[in-house]
């Protein structure tokens, strides 16, 4: 997989981001999103550990119904790595244990670097000179943490204070403790004691090391994960971990797990432009302001407003003499909160969860392997799509029982099967499809197909499908 002097990335992408609710939710978390900047918390993530001088092919850890959507964000930005796909979320422990154990098949002295894919770091050459910073004391057997100097007294994360310089290592600290979301006035403390960083959640370990760790500190895990390694079905660039022997493995964090029960731990302190974007303040934070602190994106207008942030996905968000507001606007939602309140967004998220609504999990836009459909329009009898089909996807060779379908092409190029024809669609033409009829959708071309879809039948259900041929191996 990887030269024996390289790191391998492990790249965590298992979080669903619900106190960035509601544009980042279950269905398309917060690191499939283009927060800060054109491209996805993801890619920007990738693009990191893209020096082949350094680091190896990615693995990257993600749940299982994101694996179409991680791979066409590769895709677009021309970037490679290994899937690994887990049926359901363990927390990070579990998840790291799983890369270790492929890296170390590979390379039984390999060095992994773990890290989220939903945080930003804006100094991309500060954070590999803090990666070789660490690097030796890794390959001694060190599991290497990455800390932060605090520029406001967070209550949301977690910190890290500092001992002495290490023997050898003068850019690397001792660990004398773990404080996990202090309260206002401990963070006010370690601010201004200057001994206190924020843990980064990145962390450098030898993979052997870490897995004689768990054997130690939690045998259940190491356990579960040799299972569910030699269990895994392989399909090319994909791990598929098998829900019966995963379903076992207990939940826990590296930090708590492992992390904070071993003395054999150091920080690195760096300077890298590290931000969690774990709240819609901190999105704030490093967002473009103007003169009077704002940062509004989208179809916005703002009077008189103070320190806001102001974002919309869809329809015009108007605001007037209002001070320190989030709002954030989605097709489906409208959040208003206060930028000392946001930290609980979460909260609502679970009331929704609680009571079926669908906005706590899914966005309008609903993905496929192939691309993303939106409803635009129902009643009696029929419904109006938007379809989006990325460049070189096909739908699946189906039926319907109870619907026919009108397409029209907005832009790009549709080939279009109807039981035994095909026919090439441009802008502006149009086909039908009648109830009963086998046929198929796809995109030749190397630019996106847009197309609207009229439906009209007796039933209009997604369930209404008879999958004849799919290269996505659905049932």
């Known amino acids: 997989m990887q030269q024996d002097h390289l790191i391998v990335p492990v790249l965590l992408s298992g979080g669903a ?36 001088q350094l680091f190896a092919k990615p693995i990257i850890v993600a749940n299982a119904d994101h694996r179409f959507l991680i791979a066409e964000q590769l895709r677009t930005i021309g970037k490679d790595a290994s899937l690994v796909l887990e049926p359901f979320g363990r ?4 998840a790291i244990a799983l890369a270790a154990l492929i890296a170390s098949k590979y390379d039984p002295n390999a060095i992994i670097l773990a890290m989220p894919v939903d945080h930003m770091v804006s100094d991309t050459p500060a954070f590999r000179r803090a990666v070789k910073a660490g690097f030796p004391l890794a390959q001694q057997g060190k599991f290497v ?45 370690f ?21 004689a760790a768990l054997e130690q500190l939690a045998p259940d895990i190491l356990k579960a994960c040799r299972a569910a390694v030699s269990d895994a079905v392989r399909d090319a660039d994909f791990v598929r971990i098998q829900d019966k022997t995963f379903a076992p493995c207990p939940s826990t964090s590296i930090d708590y797990g492992v992390i904070e029960k071993t003395s054999n731990v150091a920080v690195v302190p760096v300077d890298f432009g590290w931000n969690d974007v774990g709240s819609w303040s901190s999105l704030w934070k490093a967002g473009t302001k103007d003169g ?43 959040l208003v909160t206060t930028k000392d309140r946001d930290q609980e967004v979460g909260k609502l998220v679970e009331k929704l969860r609680a ?14 392997p192939w691309g993303y459909y939106h409803s635009i329009h129902s009643g009696e009898r029929f419904q109006v799509k938007r379809i989006t089909v990325n460049p070189g996807a096909k739908l699946s060779l189906q039926m319907h029982y109870h619907r026919a379908e009108h397409w029209v092409v907005v832009n790009g190029t549709a080939l279009v099967t109807r039981d035994n024809e095909t026919t090439l669609l441009h802008e502006n033409e ?18 996106p197909l847009n197309l609207i879809e009229v439906q009209s039948g007796s039933y209009l259900g997604e369930d209404d499908i008879v999958r004849i041929e799919d290269v996505y191996q659905r049932v």
């Open 292 to 334: 009077s602190g704002n940062v509004a994106i989208g179809d916005v207008m703002l009077e008189d407003g103070h320190d806001c942030y102001l974002r919309s996905e869809g329809p015009l968000v108007a605001a007037l003499g209002v001070d320190n507001l989030v709002v954030m606007a989605t097709p489906d939602v409208v």
């Open 91 to 94: 927390n990070t422990a579990p």
């Open 355 to 368: 009571n079926g609504h669908r906005s706590a999990k899914e966005t309008p836009a609903v993905y496929r």
């Open 191 to 211: 601010l201004a004691g200057g001994q206190h960083l924020w843990n980064c959640g990145i962390f450098l370990l030898p993979a052997r090391g870490y897995l």
């Open 430 to 447: 149009s086909i039908f499809v009648p109830l009963g009829c086998t046929h198929r959708l796809e995109n030749p071309g190397k630019m």
């Open 145 to 189: 943490l990455f800390g932060a100097k605090p520029d406001h007294a967070a209550t949301g994360l977690g910190y890290i204070e500092t001992g002495a310089p290490l023997e050898g290592a003068a850019d690397v600290r001792a660990v004398n403790r773990f404080v996990e979301k202090p309260d206002l006035a401990t963070a006010e403390a």
């Open 17 to 52: 981001g619900t106190r960035l609710w509601p544009l980042s939710r279950e269905t398309l978390p917060k690191q499939m999103l283009s927060l800060l900047g054109d491209s996805t918390l993801l890619q920007q993530t990738i693009l990191r550990v893209d020096d082949p």
